[in-house]
C-alpha cells in the first residue's frame, strides 16, 4: 500500500494539547505516532498547544505573579516540526447566547446592531470569588493555583462602593454560573447577561500558566476587557487598542479608575468595540481550524 506521501496526499492530523501545563513539555513520541508520522509524511503530522509561556508563576514577595517568557520553541524531536500554538477561541454557543439577549438591554429607542452598545450598570466584574487567607489542605480547582484571581477579586470587593468622583462604582467579583465541567459545556444566562451589562470585564490568569475561555467570551460580551500581563496575548490583539492590561495592584485600580470615569467613555467604548469586532473576525472555532490545517483564515471579513 502506498503511504499519503508516495501518493501525493495532503492528509493533514493535528494533536492539540489543551492541558493546562506550562509549555515547553517532552514530546509523547509513544502510542504509534512515529509510524503515523512516517505513513503520512513530516510537516502532515503536527502537534499544538494552547500555552506557550514558560516559568509564570507566583511571587509572595510581589503578591503578584513573575510572567515568565516565551517558550523557545524549536523544532520537535518528535514531529519533526515547531510545534503551533492554537490559543482558546470564542465559543459559538456564548456568541450565539449574546445575540439572543443584548437587544433586550439596548437603550429606549436606540437602533444599534452591537452588544457593545447595551445599557451597563455595573462598572466591573471579574468572575471569581476572592478566598482571603490562606487554603486549607483539600483545596480544589476553584483555588488551585489562584493566588492572582484572589488578588484581582480583592480589588473590587475593595473597590466596590467607593466614590468615583460624584457616584459611587459597582464592582463585583463573584461567578454567576456553575464552574468546571458544567460552566465549560453548557451556557449560563445569567452569565452571558453579566458580560453585557458590565462596562468592565477584567480576566486575571492562574498563577503558573497563561491562557483560559474567559478571555474570549469577555470580548464576546461587547465589553471593555482588562488583563493581567499576557505575554501570548492571540495574534492581533494590541494592549491599549483591543485591551487592556495590568501589570500590578496599583497599575490595575489606576486603570479602573481613568476607563470607568465619565470623561473617558469614548475610549473604553471605542477599545470594546475594537476587541468584540477583532473577536468575531479573527477569534472564532473555525478561524483556527482554519489556520491550523490550510495555515491561514480564509472566513474573515478581512482575510490575509
Known sequence: AKTKKEAGGAL????????DHTAGQPPDCGNGMPELIDFLGKGNVR?????IVTD???????QWTVPGTIWENEDDQCYGYPTLRCPYSART???????EMYTSFLPEGSSSSSP?????PYDAWHHWEAHRGLYDADHNIRRFYANLRNEVSTVLEDLNQTLLGDRTL?????????????????????YVESLIRTKIVVVAQRDLWEDHYRLMEAFAGGAM??????????EDLIDGEHIVMFRNRTQMVAQLKYYLHPDNEEQRLAIARK??????????????????????IYSSRNPE
Not at 502537534?47 to 500555552?51: A, M, N, R
Not at 476587557?225 to 496575548?233: E, G, P
Open 12 to 19: 493533514r492530523v493535528v494533536f492539540i494539547d489543551f492541558y
Open 47 to 51: 502537534k499544538v498547544l494552547t500555552k
Open 56 to 62: 509564570r508563576v507566583w511571587s509572595e514577595p510581589l
Open 93 to 99: 454557543d456564548i456568541l450565539e447566547k449574546v445575540q
Open 116 to 120: 457593545v452598545d447595551t445599557d451597563r
Open 170 to 190: 459597582f464592582t463585583v467579583a463573584a461567578p454567576c454560573s456553575d464552574g468546571g465541567f458544567e460552566g465549560r459545556t453548557k451556557v449560563s444566562d445569567n
Open 225 to 234: 476587557v482588562m488583563s493581567d500581563l499576557m505575554l501570548s496575548l492571540p
Open 275 to 296: 476587541g468584540y469586532n477583532a473577536v468575531l473576525e479573527r477569534h472564532r472555532s473555525f478561524h483556527r481550524m482554519e489556520y491550523l490545517f490550510f495555515g491561514k
